[in-house]
């Protein structure tokens, strides 16, 4: 989105704005629409769930926080937690089935 | 001493500082929340029975739409500013502080919901069966599946169920908050008056019993505090959902709070900042900003999560 200096790009930025917001929005009535559909399958619903979810934080984090455009040592940054964060997520799928001992009602 | 890099940016990052250190501090943000999305799924995952269908989803939809336009006028306060007009700049500011003090209310709103909601279970099947035919006319099969998916939702009222686990959600007389059988025990209460949810089947719906069970709904009937062996409102430790929902938003909400004081700082007192280093004021703003937006980019996945899956 350049570097927000001229009036006219910030103009330009601005009709991005508010596509935004009306996408936003909509993505929202989408993932409440699935909800009241009912797909029998959990994956399908938890997958088309986090699937919108993913969309809207792209378009939160990439426009509304400028990543689309930002300096190399933010994205630096980011990539570092990003490795952190799907190690977190990665330890969690590890642990999965191995819950401490007396934590589960039926011993799973 | 001055601050260094308030304004112009430093030669090896090419930012200015503040912006640096939001996004250092986004990161750390990122991981403590990952965290706790990590034990949400361990919690539900481990679990026998996940609840469905607890909150109310039309006020969950709204609130989500509250924080998103609260993120566009963020960004429009800030733009307003990188355009030179602070007056039109601090509107947008104060529209997003208007929004963030109707997030919180609503959602105490919604909490408060949960701390007068309540759940009972009596001490044997007997007491089950006796408090169910005297509030829906009926024990059977059915009547006591619609009480499972008042706890767990309609899906897991299909599974089997052992009725000594039977819980009876309702409300109390005068819609008290956070009493337990513990509390009511400490004060000698003997009865309760207790409102039962209609169960959500639809039982014999040719026989017209639907519109019986309806008219049996929010009357109060008078529940012995001896017979019961648990009392709870929706309250953390109610139950493992509960305990992550309160942990999750609550965090959530405690990040709210934090993003409308700044904000208000700015608000109030950024005026005589403008008059002097007004690029210094918007880029306060964008870092206020870059902060707002990532408690909405946390609402996005939250609210599916918590509210629909």
Known sequence: MGDHSSPEQLKKDIRVYMTIFGALLVGTVLTVAMYYVHIASVWVTVTIALAIASVKSFLVAGYFMHLISEKKVIYATLATTAFFFLALGALTMWSMHDFPFMTTVNGK | ?309
């Open chain 2, 1 to 309: 001493m001055e601050i260094p890099y308030t304004i112009t940016p430093r030669r090896d990052t090419g930012l200015y500082n503040a912006k640096v250190g939001i996004w250092l501090f986004l990161a750390s943000e990122v991981m403590l929340f990952g965290a706790l999305f990590s034990s949400y799924v361990l919690l539900r995952v481990g679990a026998d029975f996940w609840p469905h269908g607890l909150l109310n989803i039309p006020i969950g939809t709204f609130n989500t739409w509250v924080l998103i336009t609260s993120s566009v006028t963020v960004v429009m306060a800030w733009a307003s500013l990188k355009m030179g007009n602070f007056k039109k700049g601090r509107m947008y500011l104060g529209l997003t502080i208007l929004c963030a003090l109707a997030f919180v209310g609503i959602k105490t709103k919604e909490y408060n919901d949960k701390f007068t909601h309540y759940a009972i279970r009596f001490k044997d099947e007997a007491g089950t069966s006796a408090f169910l035919k005297e509030a829906f006319g009926n024990d059977d099969a059915a009547t006591k599946a619609g009480i499972v998916a008042n706890t767990y939702g309609l899906d897991e009222a299909k599974r089997p169920f052992d009725v000594r686990d039977l819980q009876i959600t309702g409300h109390l007389e005068g819609n008290p908050r956070f009493w337990s059988l513990a509390k009511l025990n400490a004060s000698k209460t003997e009865t309760v008056q207790f409102m039962p949810d209609a169960p959500q089947h639809p039982r014999h719906a040719k026989d017209g019993a639907e519109a019986k069970a309806e008219s049996h709904e929010h009357k109060a009937h008078t529940v012995k505090i001896s017979d019961l062996n648990y009392l709870s409102a929706y309250v953390p430790k109610h139950n493992t959902y509960f305990a992550i929902y309160f942990a999750l938003t609550g965090l959530h909400a405690a990040h709210v709070i934090g993003g409308a004081i700044v904000m208000s700082y700015l608000f109030f007192f950024g005026g005589a900042m403008w008059k002097t280093q007004p690029e210094r004021l918007t880029n306060r703003l964008e870092v206020a900003g870059l902060f707002w937006h990532f408690v909405d980019l946390v609402w996005i996945f939250l609210f599916p999560v918590l509210y629909l899956l």
